[in-house]
């Protein structure tokens, strides 16, 4: 009975300050939304939606997060701040648990995430960090998202902090994350080293710097069949270096949009779909085999080479004796002829048989 009361009396209050002065019954109802909204309290520069358990927050130099979000939000989408450094312990607060499913903080000019930035959101599912510009990340940083399904890190020139994300993606907390994109952001390799911390399901690596993937990640991929990969928009280098990834693109159908991916490199398959290379395209081997014949045939040749002379040698060695002999034979033959020639030549310059000639 109080309470229906002090209801009338305000109405009555409104209406006898509307009325003499000839407002329309809007200024009424602008005077009722605007309590409304002071007691639900919604955060300066945020639009509160609470039949969508929204809060909106838009605002270009803000540096500091909104505080005091109202106990029904369970999306906090935050634009066009200026936070640079996510702090630990950015959303927990002393009082009250925050219940957020969602959070959006594409496009605020993050640089460096802290340890434990995220800690007490143990609900949330999805969690939106594209489009900012990652310098630093602790390794901790993910900790305690128990519940996150979904992590978007597209276009946040994660290249330079490629390792850091390596470790803050090794953390046990993020057992239940499905789906993980990292497209746009000039990566030259998967930065996650295992697989088996995540629960992933889908895996984006479009739009970076991958020339391939090496045998260790196809091994890991061919591990963890249930992920899916994308790729697409990557400069693929189409030489022999791409075998074991070939093999698994043909083999696998582990990656979604592998009709995509084209070659970059030689110049000769530039534009080319990765599908269609041939298996010569792709192995290193014949040529590798080519190589190694050529050099396995000169030491053989040198090997055999060596032989002969080596038997060359040892028969001279051993037939010492007979050389020996041989050579004396050819020696005395050859004294045996020569003294037959000196003989005829002396035969031939005899004085007195020359006077018989004559
Ligand atoms: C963002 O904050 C930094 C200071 O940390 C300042 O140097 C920079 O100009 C700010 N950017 C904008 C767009 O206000
Ligand atoms: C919680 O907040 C109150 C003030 O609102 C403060 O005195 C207290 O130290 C805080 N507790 C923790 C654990 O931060
Ligand atoms: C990138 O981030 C946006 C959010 O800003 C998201 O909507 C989108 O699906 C993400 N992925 C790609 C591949 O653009
Ligand atoms: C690809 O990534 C770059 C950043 O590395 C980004 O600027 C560009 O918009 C992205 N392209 C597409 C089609 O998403
Ligand atoms: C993928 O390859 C990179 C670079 O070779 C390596 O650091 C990483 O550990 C590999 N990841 C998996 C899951 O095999
Ligand atoms: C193709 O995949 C099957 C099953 O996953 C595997 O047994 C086989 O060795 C693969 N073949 C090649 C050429 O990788």
Known sequence: MERRKTWVDYYGNGKAFCIPKR???WAT?????SLVAKVDNCPAYCTC?????????RNLRERTLPTNLPQWANTLIVRDYNIT??????????DTELEL????L???NIQIIEAYAFLGLTRLQNLDLSHNRLISIASQAFYGLNELRCLCLNDSSLNSAAMQVSNALATDSLRNL???ELSGNQLKSMPITEFHPLNLTMLVLTNNSIQTLGKENVSSLN???EIQVYLASNPFKCNCELDSFYYWLKNASQCADASLLLCSEPESKKGMPLEKLKKDDVECVSSDLEAVSEAVSYVFLGIVLALIGVVFLMVLYLNREGINRWLNNIREACRDQMEVYHYRYEQDSDPRLANVAV
């Open 23 to 25: 407002y329309s019954c």
């Open 29 to 33: 109802v602008m005077c009722v939304l």
């Open 49 to 57: 939606r609470e039949n969508n358990g929204t809060v909106t927050c």
């Open 85 to 94: 450094s996510l702090l630990g312990g950015s959303f927990s607060h002393n």
């Open 101 to 104: 499913v969602n959070l959006s």
């Open 106 to 108: 594409s496009g605020n």
């Open 178 to 180: 499905q789906r993980l």
């Open 223 to 225: 591990e963890h069949k």
